[in-house]
């Protein structure tokens, strides 16, 4: 990794630079700027320091949806990362069938967030969905709007349709990209089909694998539409993810300042853990290497 | 042997992925009566007449045009700048390199909800609420980043003596990256594409914020069927498969160049 030192590169960078800092540094100050005041009006503000924040961190419901929010995007991240490798694995290298496949995997990933959520509600009605009806006809009692456990395995298993093909399509990519020459290397040494997965696949696939980590794990943490749609967080409060219970403080009791405070809370944590996850794989890669 | 098993593997993922999509396709052909009148595995009385309302409805196929200009533009700017920087940062080392490359990730992180009202508020100082070009540009803070990343990936996987051979060679930098770099990572300006056009494509929140009724995308739209009398079903259900159409068409089109991936030695 011994990249060429060169301060110009700066110039290739500036164009991105620019077009990313004007919708995120004012947009970013103002709730900065919220999460220290009382608002009462555009022109009545008063300073609080940091109450909203002691406010937010001592409230038991967000911690309870924190917990539950953690809880949601592990299991999204242990289920929808060795799957979509799985299936990357399993795609044709060539012919007619990648296309079909391609095309296939990317529907549930075009469909608009609310929508998903709104389809989901009848293809699980135990009286009129294809989901519902089916898992009915096992002779399972099956209904997400009265159990908590039924509406966590709802939401899970409509995570994992909606979001797997996005790990398996990254893979795919990651995995054509590695060269013949590699695997004509490893047909000579008579590896096996799991040390070549061991040692070439995987080692090759670090970057697509790192980014489709951070992706599922930010995008998990603040899954809104769906989960919101399908279930309202309920039964009870039992699907209240961290930004159902954001919108919650946010827009039905209209409190500016402790929404605001929240918000900042929610980026770090995020931050804080995308942050780990990338180290992580940044260093399990180099000592692979060996 | 082994090669037959994944094959039904593969099968039977991809039967159970198409499935919620076949009920929206079922849903979409069938009145809302029926929809609601009882369970059925098929269309028994297929109509289109939801289909034929979202295209004589100009309310209706006005937000797929509506749709397709901003994630088209957005797609467009995302792929421009975030390539010659993807470059940057998979070669060179300069002042803050390793900073600024996570700082763009951060920009993904922020929960949208409460950044909503500064949005509004900073694109109607400039006069841009309810344009194209407004929605394309505030799709930009989630999309170059990630545009920037995955390119970056791909760009370092290309082996750094091609760069070296073809400077020898002669090639200015312009010339070098459009004609020798830029094939040489197809799969990932592909696979970029389609997710800079899928992820603008369904994020409803901050278009709708900064959409009033010219360029009001068609996700929001959809939102006006839930009226004082319930639910069209049929008729969301057959404007949720039209919304899968533009995207597959554009993976249609970037598969080759997803399928075909690394062709070392071309230089």
């Given at each position: 990794m011994n990249k060429t030192e060169n301060n110009k590169a700066w110039f290739l960078v500036l164009p991105v630079f620019v077009i990313v800092a004007f919708s995120a540094i004012i947009p970013l100050m103002t709730i900065v700027n919220y999460s220290v005041q009382d608002i009462f009006g555009p022109d009545q503000r008063v300073f609080v320091g940091t109450e909203w924040f002691r406010d937010v961190l001592g409230d038991e419901r967000l911690q309870e949806a924190l917990w539950r929010q953690f809880l949601f995007s592990g299991l999204v991240l242990l289920i929808e990362i060795p799957l979509g490798v799985l299936v990357a694995l399993m795609m044709?290298?060539?012919?007619w069938t990648v296309s079909v496949v391609l095309v296939v995997l990317a529907l549930p990933l075009l469909i608009p967030w609310n929508v998903i959520g709104t389809i989901w509600i009848i293809f699980t009605r135990p009286d009129i969905g294809l989901l519902g009806v089916a898992i009915n006809g096992l002779g399972v009692e099956f209904d997400h709007t009265a159990s908590p456990l039924d509406a966590w395995i709802t939401v899970i298993l409509m995570e994992v349709w909606h979001w797997t093909p996005l790990v398996a399509l990254l893979a795919y990519a990651g995995l054509r990209a590695i060269p013949d020459a590699y695997f004509q290397a490893a047909r000579i040494d008579g590896a096996s089909a799991w040390a070549t997965f061991r040692y070439i696949q995987l080692p090759k696939m670090r970057g697509v694998l790192t980014i489709a980590v951070l992706l599922r794990f930010m995008d998990s943490f603040l899954i809104y539409a769906e989960p919101f749609v399908l279930t309202g967080g309920g039964p009870g409060n039992s699907t209240t993810f961290l930004s159902i219970y954001l919108v919650k403080v946010a827009?039905?009791?209209?409190?500016?300042g402790p929404a605001a405070a929240f918000s900042i809370i929610y980026f770090l944590i995020i931050l804080l853990f995308s942050w780990l996850f990338y180290q992580a794989l940044q260093n399990v890669g180099t000592g692979e290497k060996q | 042997m082994r090669l037959k098993k994944s094959a039904v593997g593969l099968i039977v993922y991809l039967v159970l992925l198409m499935l919620p999509i076949y009920w929206m396709l079922n849903m979409s052909l069938t009145t809302n009566a029926d929809i609601l009148g009882g369970f059925s595995l098929?269309?028994?009385?297929?109509?289109f007449d939801n289909y034929i309302k979202i295209f004589t409805d100009e309310s209706w196929y006005s937000g797929y045009i509506n749709s397709i200009i901003y994630v088209s533009i957005n797609t467009a700017i995302s792929l421009t700048v975030a390539l010659p920087a993807a470059y940057a940062f998979s070669r060179y080392s300069f002042l803050g390199d390793k900073h600024m490359f996570f700082w763009l990730l951060t920009?993904?992180?922020?929960?949208p909800a409460v950044f909503l009202l500064p949005f509004f508020q900073l694109y109607s100082t400039f006069g841009l609420i309810d344009t194209h070009i407004a929605v394309a540009l505030a799709h930009c803070l989630f999309n170059v980043p990630l545009a920037v990343w995955i390119l970056e990936g791909f760009m370092s996987g290309v082996p750094r003596e091609i760069d070296e051979t073809a400077y020898i060679d002669g090639y200015s930098f312009p010339r070098f990256f459009l004609t020798v770099f830029m094939p040489l990572i197809r799969a990932g300006i592909g696979v970029t594409a389609f997710f800079c056009f899928m992820f603008s494509w369904v994020e409803l929140l901050l278009a709708r914020t900064l959409t009033t009724t010219v360029a009001k995308p068609i996700a929001a739209t959809m939102t006006r069927t839930v009226s004082a009398t319930g639910l069209d079903w049929g008729l969301l259900a057959a404007a949720g498969i039209l919304t899968i159409v533009p995207g597959a068409l554009v993976i249609w089109f970037v598969r080759n160049y997803m399928a075909k991936g690394f062709a070392l030695g071309r230089v």
């Open positions: 044709p290298k060539r012919g827009v039905g009791q209209f409190d500016l | 098929y269309p028994k009385d297929p109509t920009n993904r992180m922020a929960p």
